[in-house]
């Protein structure tokens, strides 16, 4: 053991108070024997740094006196949805454009040059869902920098030589979106579990040459509001001076939204349980089962995610790390994932690569291992286990005030309660095996499964004699084309 192996224990055992000790050197006689405090944690609470600013806006202040910064994220929650699928690529470059293409006082050189004349960065970016603005700033020139958030996202200059830059990155990468397995993973997946949608819908290389910078102008204007505008804010301020220099940031923001509706159009159902294969002459098979999970706010949401730490996202303490990485050498990784999702119903999944003629096998091992954990159960420990990891996670979500700011702001436009993150805790703690049993057995069903596979499908469709596999085990094998999850259709048709 190193001294500084020894002083680290012995400063744990302090800490602690209390451990078993070898004679005479306050030392634990193994690190087994050290005894941790009891975890303690209470998160910030929200209504300690919300105001209510002119027109209803909400903004969060959250004090920081360690550095002299001021750092800001605004969020407008509202749908930028486009109405056709030919909006695509228009509305997206519009959206890099915005900062990169300048302002109309400012082009962009002039823009860069003084944003980095006093180290200070600013972005903006249309979503699917909300749009944003960041500032992070010294604090003796945040104030007036303010004045620049308003312009970049209301008066963009749509500079044509920046144009001509982003243009032809937009247009590498989607001659590049299939070059990786994940990549093919992730737009397939997105088909199978939500179809064709304005969210997922992708532009075509045909729709993007022909694009120019009038033809994003009709764009201008689009994604920023005080309607449903919230601000976080975190630094080095006086409060009353902040609110005064925000008001007047407000008041240059319109009332209501250009282009896109209110609501979301509705998502279609996901495609049938069974197997898609997405032939790709990739060197390993890439899996995705996927089925239908929760829309946040659900009571089953935490139930899930306690489920699947002990099922496959727990890391080396999870069932299928243990069986499918550790047991069976498949795969280096494996993991499941319960979706997080505001404004759709999202997904339970469990993801994983392995080599293309075990992939038939790896499938077999983890539905195996999903019907065992239905039929049997988890045990005290892993509950614990997953309890312990869950809640002691929480204050790596507040480890700077700017991400506190940000999780604030991020709040209100989600309508969480004042009381989530108390609430989160209490709601880990108090959870039984049974909740946490049935909502696994009610989402991570065997026969709900959609098992995307992406690699050469004739190697993937040969049985794994030794282990008894074959993909056509588990339902039925449909052929997956880039064809198929690139189809789009407009809304209501």
């Known amino acids: 053991m190193t001294i500084q192996t020894l002083a680290l224990a012995a400063a744990v055992s302090l800490a602690a108070g209390k451990t078993a000790t070898t004679p005479g050197n306050g030392i634990p006689e193994h690190y087994s024997k050290i005894v941790y ?57 519009y959206s890099s454009m915005l900062k990169t293409g300048g302002t109309i006082r400012f082009t962009p050189e002039q823009l860069e040059d003084s944003l980095e004349f006093v180290a200070a960065s600013l972005g903006a970016g249309i979503g699917d869902f909300q749009s944003e603005l960041g500032l992070d700033a010294l604090k003796k020139d945040a104030y007036a920098l303010y004045d620049l958030m308003p312009e970049v996202a209301l008066q963009p200059r749509l ?37 064709s949608h304005p969210s997922n819908w992708m532009a075509t290389e045909k729709e993007v040459e022909p694009l120019s910078t009038a033809k994003l102008k009709p764009w201008i204007g689009t994604g920023y509001s005080v309607k449903n505008m919230v601000i976080g804010v975190a630094g080095q301020f006086n409060r009353d001076e902040m609110i005064a220099h925000l008001n007047k940031l407000i008041a240059k923001f319109p009332e209501t939204y250009k282009n896109g509706g209110d609501s979301i159009p509705p998502y279609r159902g996901p495609d049938s349980a069974g197997v898609y294969i997405v032939d790709k002459q990739f060197t390993q098979a890439t899996i995705k089962m996927g089925a239908p999970g929760v829309k946040r706010p659900d009571p089953d949401y935490y139930r899930l995610v306690v489920a699947s730490y002990v099922f496959g996202d727990g890391g080396f303490t999870s069932r299928l790390m243990e069986k499918v990485r550790s047991n069976e050498g498949l795969a280096y990784g494996i993991d499941s994932d319960v979706g997080s999702d505001y404004y759709r119903r999202s997904t339970v999944s469990v993801s994983l690569q392995t080599k293309v003629e075990t992939g038939a096998y790896a499938v077999k091992l983890v539905l195996a291992e999903m019907r065992r954990m239905a039929k049997d159960g988890i ?26 700011a ?58 794994d004699e030794r282990n008894q596999a074959a993909l056509s085990q588990f339902g039925p094998v449909r052929d997956l084309t880039t064809q198929d999850i690139e189809a789009r259709k407009a809304q209501g048709k």
């Open 37 to 93: 405090p009891d975890f303690t944690y209470k998160p910030p609470y929200p209504k300690d740094y919300r105001v209510v600013l002119d027109r209803g806006v909400v903004a969060y202040l959250i004090p920081d006196t360690t550095l002299a910064l001021i750092q800001m994220t605004i969020l407008f929650g509202h749908p930028n949805l486009p109405a056709k699928p030919a909006d695509v690529a228009s509305l997206n470059l």
């Open 159 to 195: 500079d044509p030589e920046v144009f001509k830059v982003q243009k032809k990155g937009y247009l590498e990468n989607l001659h590049h979106r299939y070059d990786t397995p994940n990549g093919v993973m992730g737009i397939a997946y997105e088909h199978v579990m939500y179809g």
């Open 379 to 404: 045990t005290d420990v892993e509950l614990q286990r997953a309890k312990d990891g869950l809640i002691k996670s929480l204050p790596a979500l507040f480890d700077t005030p700017s991400s506190t």
């Open 406 to 463: 940000h999780i604030f702001a991020q709040g209100e436009i989600w309508k969480r309660s004042p009381e989530h993150y108390l609430e989160y805790i209490d709601t880990i703690n108090k959870m039984t095996k049974a909740e946490v049993e049935t909502a696994f057995r009610k989402y991570f069903n065997p026969d709900s499964m959609r098992i995307l596979v992406v690699g050469p499908k004739d190697q993937l469709m040969k049985p």
